[in-house]
């Protein structure tokens, strides 16, 4: 190759090597930058997630609650049902010494009733024949007592077993709810008031609410709205019953006020109430239910209802005919 044939070469290869590192890194793969309707559309889709992870998050934290009252009266039984076993296995043991003294048969009883334990005696029931003749009520007694006992204290150990694993889960559920609820903080923060529509709605607003209730409700109505419409502008909190709220933990509270019961979660509350159908029948007080039971709210009339939205956002008032709690909508229930 001549001379003038490589130079020429080496000139092209070095304007195409300081062209490519002239180029930003990563250009040729850069990703299109997120629009805002596909921000907006992350943070509606994010926004059912968390509701429906709170709903499993709150029915976790209701099972085990219920599963350690029940840990805890299991124990207080075995506790009362040991004492009385010891109490009989004492009058078995004077039944005992006192055929021993006068030579009748129960040469092994002595170290039955010594037994610490339900199953020793349980292992050697045969040996209670030898007093069974005259002595019959006081050793069916003693008898039950130990099975009972025994009985009791394998479920104490089942439920501890169970409880711990429920606990287990519900540490699971929360590690995951929070993590969707910092990824909801960041779109919020990201999108700004720009979040303020399509199930996406943020920033504090009292003054939505109009300074309280002022509609046509009576009775226990009145006041479920009235309690209702005192939070607006509360920031909401996944898993919160007050002073924060999310959306079961209000409608909840909203009820208790009046002195209505209804259950935590939102599928529970929606089997809890009379269907209202159709839409145009609903009152004030009813509740209206959303994204298949993943959120709940109160109708307060006018074709609007009040509620606690989701992370970001707070207590506000809402119309039905917002696009998508219209889209979303599953129906109403009263009570």
């Known amino acids: 190759m001549s001379g003038w044939i490589r130079g020429r070469t080496l000139a092209t290869l070095c304007v195409a090597a300081s062209a490519a590192l002239a180029l930003p890194a990563g250009t040729a793969e850069a990703k299109p930058k997120e629009t805002l309707s596909q921000a907006k559309a992350k943070l509606a889709k994010l926004n059912s997630q968390v509701d429906h992870l709170d709903n499993d998050y709150n029915k976790a934290k209701e099972q085990w609650a219920a599963a350690d009252k029940k840990l805890k009266a299991l124990k207080a039984s075995v506790k009362q049902q040991r004492q009385s076993w010891a109490e009989l296995r004492v009058r078995v043991a004077q039944m005992a010494a006192s055929a021993y003294k006068n030579g009748s048969n129960g040469a092994d009883i002595p170290a039955l009733v010594s037994a610490k334990d339900p199953q020793t005696v349980l292992d050697q029931m045969s040996a209670f024949a030898q007093l069974s003749k005259n002595r019959s009520t006081e050793l069916a007694q003693f008898l039950n007592a130990a099975q009972l006992l025994q009985r009791q204290q394998a479920q104490a150990e089942q439920g501890t077993t169970d409880l711990v694993q429920k606990k287990n889960a519900l540490l699971a559920k929360k590690k995951t709810i929070e993590k969707s609820v910092e990824q909801q903080k960041a779109l919020v923060k990201k999108l700004g008031p720009a979040a303020d529509s399509g199930g996406g709605d943020s920033g504090p607003v009292a003054s939505n609410c109009g300074g309280g209730y002022h509609g046509s409700a009576t009775g226990k109505a009145r006041t479920v709205l009235e309690w209702a419409y005192s939070k607006c502008g509360t920031p909401y909190l996944y898993g919160g019953t007050g002073p924060r709220y999310d959306c079961s933990g209000f409608t909840m509270k909203a009820y208790a006020a009046a002195g209505r019961t209804i259950p935590r979660v939102v599928p529970d509350q929606y089997d809890a109430t009379t269907r209202v159908t159709p839409q145009s029948a609903l009152s004030p007080g009813d509740l209206v239910f959303f994204d298949n039971l993943g959120h709940v709210g109160i109708y307060v009339g006018g ?17 039905l005919s917002n696009p998508w709690y219209s889209s979303h909508y599953v129906g109403a229930g009263a009570l």
Do not use: L, M
């Not at 074709?303 to 119309?319: A, C, L, M, Q, W």
């Open 303 to 319: 074709g609007k209802f009040i509620h606690s939205p989701h992370t970001g956002s707070y207590v506000k008032i809402d119309s």
